[in-house]
């Protein structure tokens, strides 16, 4: 494998911005990738070395549902084709590998490619193109006739669209493009494969070379916390070509090979699900309201376009995937239902005939399903549990294992996971994972950590993964692992853009005080449980989740530690630090501008206008893309003797993507809690540095100017 370099990256002009990061020669022991199955061990604690070593299939993070399948199905149904990942922080890599398996339960996978680097995802962010830090999704896709995967592979910062024959040999790239290939399907006659590319960046790039001479134009190019330079444009189109499958010149798309692919992936947008069945009968899911954000109703239509009304409650809500049955057969489709959509569901439903009947239930997150003759092939997992690979019959709903890629989790001793539920007091849903320490006899009172944000599937890190949850367990601590309500704004018919629902959120920090009520409202409950120690309480988050903690201490007494991995929103970021696209934005949201000096408006929300009565002890770990957004607020913090320590991570995103700095986070984040909520330190003398600071910020001694 190859590996990242702790340096940062060459300039974004030169490289562009797909490219996260230089190779170097050090390469990772890959060889456990598919792990050999190994007998039960004696049960040991988790470790932080576990949770970075989790085996991806797709992105890992059951709280991002409706998403493409990674798991990829032959024509015949009878193999599948999936991409495992694995971060190795030795050598700062990824071990990446294309697997293929029989769909069985005896089935073994093989490796038909092993190789390549991470890939990292990027978005259309006010009109120009901001890399997240979070993976795409890896759907490798198998040739009509069957004899042919194609996969995207990065390597040497570019990625390129590979294949390899199904039956074995050596995998190759089929294009050589200067820039990304982002998107990729194949011909329907099987005999080529389409795929798309932002030609128009390379004229971009020397455009801006040129510009560079006379120096660039401060404008809405410019994100100013991402960089010194302006970013590549959201308006630059994908370019199609074709290409064979076992490789040779590149030729330009044809006429309609633009459907054969999806949306572009920069994009945001949240689309209906749809699907056809064999017969001509057509489903799609539709928003019950002009509401963007308002729950989606099933329209069916018969193949002569006659509508079908779809009666009962499972019509509407959430929905994670549609499935038509071959032969005339039913509808199957997947459901989050429940309390605050925390449940999966699958139904099954045949048009005309009654309202959809459920087959399960489920606590567990099933999704990435594909159907495979008459059995659908998923990812499920569970709070304890990483994603592993299902066939579930939709008869009865019986599951079969088909492939656990990290077995080594058996021999894990969990704590007891309990699902907590309770409103807010707009009389929202709120839920939350509790997880206690394995060995917790619940005698006594014990200290606890917030997680805010999502909590769906397995518990690994929280939101953007820095908050090592099971950890956080093993070491003594209570966790509540929060999952969000919806927006406010949501719940408004009458938003129908989410220009409106997000001025709504806004307004008088609504959105804000409908956090800060579900939090406190869940630690309550934890509380009156006789858990949680109401004087060892403590809060994380990332992006949304670091405003949720920012507010909090602000608005609350109740934290004794708090730790963030982004920051924050204050004037200076609202009018300034993200750009004058963001500012526009904001502004039109009902925010001041930066001449107002508005201070009863920012009151209830600023954590500089409220350093002087902030004394929570605040760690802040953050991307050097991002930490222009906190350099206020840390000295802010710090001219009034508070309790802050802040860290700077070179060539990261908002989403943290390095191996080796998601490590250092997780146990700085362990070692932070223990100090100022159980009073303990870890005696590796290379840390003795970090408790000297955090001694001093203790006793609120200063700091060399």
């Known amino acids: 494998m190859v590996s990242v370099m702790d340096r940062r990256s060459i300039a974004l002009l030169a490289a562009g911005v797909g490219l996260l990061a230089l190779p170097s020669t050090a390469t990772a022991d890959c060889s456990d990738l598919l792990p050999v199955p190994a007998p039960m061990m004696k049960r040991r604690a988790i470790t932080a070395q576990d949770l970075l070593g989790v085996r991806d299939i797709g992105r890992g993070d059951g709280a991002l549902l409706g998403n493409k399948s990674p798991l ?161 444009l959201a308006t630059t189109a994908l370019s199609l070509f074709r290409v064979d499958p076992g490789g040779g010149e590149a030729r330009p798309g044809e006429e309609g090979d633009r459907a054969l692919l999806g949306p572009d992936p920069i994009g945001y947008a949240i689309l209906p699900l749809s699907a056809r069945a064999d017969d001509g009968r057509f489903i799609q899911t539709e928003h019950v309201t002009a509401n963007p954000a308002s729950p989606w109703a099933l329209a069916m239509s018969s193949a002569a376009g006659v509508k079908i009304p779809c009666p009962g409650g499972a019509c509407s809500g959430k929905f994670a995937g549609l499935w038509w049955m071959s032969h005339d057969g039913p509808l199957l489709f997947l459901r989050r239902e429940g309390w605050n959509d925390r449940s999966t569901a699958l139904y099954r439903w045949r048009p005309g005939s009654g309202p959809p009947r459920r087959i399960f239930v489920t606590s567990d997150v099933i999704s990435g399903c594909d159907l495979a003759g008459r059995d659908l092939v998923c990812l499920r997992q569970g709070a304890s549990v990483p994603p592993r690979i299902v066939r579930i019959d939709p008869g009865d709903g019986h599951m079969d294992l088909l492939y656990d890629p990290n077995p080594e989790y058996r021999s894990i001793r969990f704590g007891r996971v309990e699902r907590l539920e309770w409103r807010n007091d707009r009389g929202l849903e709120v839920a939350g994972d ?180 902030i004394d929570t002890p605040l760690l802040m770990q953050l991307a050097d893309r991002e930490y222009l957004t906190a350099i206020d607020v840390f000295a802010a913090l710090r001219e009034q003797g508070k309790p802050v320590d802040m860290y700077v991570f070179p060539d990261e995103f908002h989403n943290k993507w390095q191996p080796r700095h998601r490590l250092a986070i997780y146990e700085r984040n362990v070692d932070w809690f223990l100090y100022w909520l159980q009073g303990k330190k870890d005696p590796d003398p290379r840390k003795a540095e970090q408790y000297a600071i955090w001694d001093r910020l203790r006793l609120k001694q200063p700091f060399p100017p």
């Open 72 to 232: 990829g199905l032959s024509p015949d149904g009878r193999q599948l084709a999936f991409i495992l990942i694995r971060a190795e922080a030795s050598t700062n890599s990824y071990c990446i590998g294309l697997a293929v398996m029989d769909v069985k339960p005896s089935a073994k996978p093989r490796l038909l490619d092993q190789g390549g680097e991470f890939i990292g995802g990027t978005g259309d962010y006010r009109g120009v193109i901001l890399p997240t830090g979070f993976p795409i999704l890896l759907a490798p896709s198998w040739s009509p006739d069957g004899r042919w995967i194609a996969f995207l592979r990065r390597d040497n910062g570019v990625t390129q669209l590979w294949t390899v024959r199904a039956d074995g040999g050596p995998a190759r790239a089929v294009t050589h493009s200067p820039v990304d290939v982002e998107q990729f399907a194949w011909g329907p006659d099987g005999r080529s494969l389409i795929y798309a590319i932002r030609t128009g960046q390379m004229a971009e790039r020397t455009a801006l070379v040129r510009e560079a001479v006379t120096g660039f134009r401060y404008d809405d190019r410019y994100v100013p916390m991402m960089g010194d330079k302006p970013m590549p």
């Open 434 to 613: 509790l997880v206690l320490p394995p060995d917790y006899d619940g005698q006594e009172r014990l200290p606890m950590i917030v997680t805010t944000y999502r909590s769906n599937g397995f518990l690994r890190g929280a939101t953007g993964n820095e908050y090592p949850i099971h950890l956080f367990a093993a070491k003594g601590f209570a966790v509540l692992s929060l999952d969000r309500p919806p927006h406010v704004g949501a719940i408004n018919p009458l938003n129908k853009d989410w220009q409106k629902l997000l001025a709504e959120n806004d307004r008088d920090w609504g959105e804000r005080r409908s956090m800060q009520s579900s939090v406190m409202t869940g630690v309550q409950r934890v509380i009156d449980m006789g858990i949680a120690d109401p004087d060892r309480i403590g809060i994380t988050g990332l992006s949304d989740g670091s405003s949720t903690v920012g507010f909090a201490l602000i608005n609350s007494r109740r934290f004794a530690a708090a730790a963030i991995s982004t920051c924050c929103l204050e004037p200076w970021t609202v009018n300034a630090t993200i750009g004058p696209a963001f500012a526009r934005k904001m502004r039109s949201q009902g925010f001041p501008p930066a001449t107002s000096d508005d201070r009863d408006y920012w009151e209830p929300g600023s954590m500089i206008r409220n350093a002087a009565s």
